[in-house]
């Protein structure tokens, strides 16, 4: 049984719910150019990717290809372009950081300590986002307040040192996620007929069980509660909210 079968629920409130995203994206478009669209390809970025060409916004679309994504994430790319006649640029680590990374502290360095899987994130993610976002005026993602206790503040529209961060799914729940996937036949990763919610590079994601929360496959091994590599870490604190979903319970 498919993701879509298991979870896929609008609420009553969808279609308010998708107004509102809808018209979020049209006034940062008016507000915050240039955009673009910050795209994991999990099923909430192509959601927004969706969303991207309903309403007819001009916005560029990047992925970081961290060099340990599987290979049913990247294939996701191909199918954006096709569907959406929409480039994806890809922003890769610099070689060399990552290859002196490996060297020096062996391919499963992540599982050795926090902060080697910090240093890891940082050469592998951040630094590539930075050169991503050089130069716009704002940024969008698929964070939606239930995916963890650490994302229950994200709001609409987040103001940065440089730049807005917008989350037009913010409000969203995973079965309206999985609603608005069915009724536009968006592709999504497969990954998420397996039980992964959340996915990122290979090594440090695994499918969840049921009463899980959406983010505990990802580095499952770390006692932490606030499960980050830190592009969207908050300065705020985060109050406690139940994120836990019956994932592999078929919604009523």
Known sequence: MGAISLYAKASPDFEAKLAHSLALLKSSA?????LTQASSLGAEDMVVTHLLQQAGIACSIFVLDTGMLHAETLALIGRIEARYQRKVDVYRPIESDASAFVQTNGPE????SLALR????????MEPLERALAGKGGWLTGLRREQSNARAEVHDVEQQAERVKINPLADWTWGEVW???????IPYNPLHDQ?????????????????EDFRSGRWWWENESAKECGLHVSAADSSPVSSIIPIREIPA
Do not use: D, N
């Open 30 to 34: 008016a507000s915050f150019a240039p």
């Open 109 to 112: 360095a992540m599982y050795q």
């Open 118 to 125: 910090k240093e890891c994130c940082h050469i592998r993610k």
């Open 179 to 185: 609603h608005y996937i069915a009724l536009h036949q």
């Open 195 to 211: 039980f992964f919610p959340s996915i990122g590079c290979a090594p440090c994601t695994r499918a969840v069980t049921l009463g």
